[in-house]
Every structure is written in structure tokens, then in C-alpha cells.
T-cell receptor, first 114, second 115 residues
Framework: AQSVTQLDSQVPVFEEAPVELRCNYS??????LFWYVQYPNQGLQLLLK??????LVESINGFEAEFNKSQTSFHLRKPSVHISDTAEYFC????????????FGPGTRLSVLP | DAGVTQSPTHLIKTRGQQVTLRCSPK?????VSWYQQALGQGPQFIFQ?????ERQRGNFPDRFSGHQFPNYSSELNVNALLLGDSALYLC???WGTGQGSNEQFFGPGTRLTVL
């Protein structure tokens, strides 16, 4: 069975400051890793994903995440946040070759302050 | 492309009642998954439908059932509603099954309140 831990339930940061949202997972098999973002009263949107290859993946809006197999982590980072980045961020895993049963973490609420 | 659509947007029911939620997948997608997102928590997998059959199921009781139609749309039914069933129910669609790499596209959800 898989599990996902997001240690920080809330992360307040000032605009233009860097941010890191932490994600650790547990699984007995190889997994794919995802970050989804949820804006208020909306569904989830894929931010970025790690499938294979380079361990550093980037999104189009400046976020990046690095897969660390030894630490079973997939932390999300952004060097300079904007007010519009305020949202709930969810880390998720799915087992390779076993369909799309995504296991989500509890989420981290990022609040960007002016 | 309308993306994933869900109806209704909001729903209020009383304990013991039954509810049906509906989902239309993104164009070109044939797999539908349902998730329950309680307030302040991450989504939890309920089940997945592909080729009109339930392919995977999470840790939810039999009160939760579903259906997929030939046009790939799907319904989620919940019988004998409990207060604890109050949540945002999310539908996600994707292409194919058996590949955990396929991105799931989520709908806006149906907010169910059980009184």
C-alpha cells in the first residue's frame, strides 16, 4: 500500500519570496509522482509530474519538483511566489503498471502575503 | 473542449436518503475515477470505471456504487446517507487503464451536504 505525507498543512510566505512544499511517500513498488493544485471552489489541476528520466521536473508557471528516491521525497519549490499562487497543493502517487489509483496527501495550503 | 463536467454543483440531502452524482469525461477519455474529498483533506479514491466495469475500488463500503455508460459518462450512487458522507465528490477522467502515468483531469466537483 502507498501513503503520502505532507508535513506542512499551511505555509504562509510573502510575495516574491521562495517557497518549498514538502512531500514524502511510502510504497513497496515503483511509483509515479504528481503535484496537483486546487484553487478555491475549483477542481484539481495538474501542476507537474515525474514519470521517469530526469529527476527534476518543471511546470510552465515556475514551479519545479525533484524526485529523490533515497529519501522517498518529491518536494515542490518556486524561487519567487506571486499572490496568484495562493491555493491548496496536493502531492499524489500512483503505482506503475497498476492503473490510476491515485493516493493523495492531505494537502498544503500556500498563502502568499503582499 | 468542455473538459470534465459534473452535476449537480451542490446537493443537500438528509440522513438515510440516496443520491446520484453525474460526470461527463473529457473528450477522448474512456476511464472515469471518483474521489471523495472531505473538508481539509486530500481526495480519497472511491473507484474507477473502464469499459463499463468497475476496475479498481478503494476502501469504501458497498453503499457507494457506480455505473459507466457506453458514452463513457459515469454516475456515483450513495445509499443510506450518513452525516460523514458530506464532502466534495470529484470525478476524474483519463485515457486507458493499467498505466499509472496517465494524467487524470478533474472536474469541479459536487458538494454534498448531508443533514
Amino acid at each position: 500500500a502507498q501513503s503520502v505525507t505532507q508535513l506542512d498543512s499551511q505555509v504562509p510566505v510573502f510575495e516574491e519570496a521562495p517557497v518549498e512544499l514538502r512531500c514524502n511517500y511510502s510504497s513497496s513498488v515503483s511509483v509515479y509522482l504528481f503535484w496537483y493544485v486546487q484553487y478555491p471552489n475549483q477542481g484539481l489541476q495538474l501542476l507537474l509530474k515525474y514519470l521517469s528520466g530526469s529527476t527534476l521536473v518543471e511546470s510552465i508557471n515556475g514551479f519545479e519538483a525533484e524526485f529523490n528516491k533515497s529519501q522517498t521525497s518529491f518536494h515542490l519549490r518556486k524561487p519567487s511566489v506571486h499572490i496568484s499562487d495562493t491555493a491548496e497543493y496536493f502531492c499524489a502517487v500512483s503505482e506503475r503498471n497498476y492503473g490510476q489509483n491515485f493516493v493523495f496527501g492531505p494537502g498544503t495550503r500556500l498563502s502568499v502575503l503582499p | 473542449d468542455a473538459g470534465v463536467t459534473q452535476s449537480p454543483t451542490h446537493l443537500i440531502k438528509t440522513r438515510g436518503q440516496q443520491v446520484t452524482l453525474r460526470c461527463s469525461p473529457k473528450s477522448g477519455h474512456d476511464t472515469v475515477s471518483w474521489y471523495q474529498q472531505a473538508l481539509g483533506q486530500g481526495p480519497q479514491f472511491i473507484f474507477q470505471y473502464y469499459e463499463e466495469e468497475e476496475r479498481q475500488r478503494g476502501n469504501f463500503p458497498d453503499r457507494f456504487s457506480g455505473h459507466q455508460f457506453p458514452n463513457y459518462s459515469s454516475e456515483l450512487n450513495v445509499n443510506a446517507l450518513l452525516l460523514g458522507d458530506s464532502a466534495l465528490y470529484l470525478c476524474a477522467s483519463s485515457w486507458g487503464t493499467g498505466q499509472g502515468s496517465n494524467e487524470q483531469f478533474f472536474g469541479p466537483g459536487t458538494r454534498l451536504t448531508v443533514l
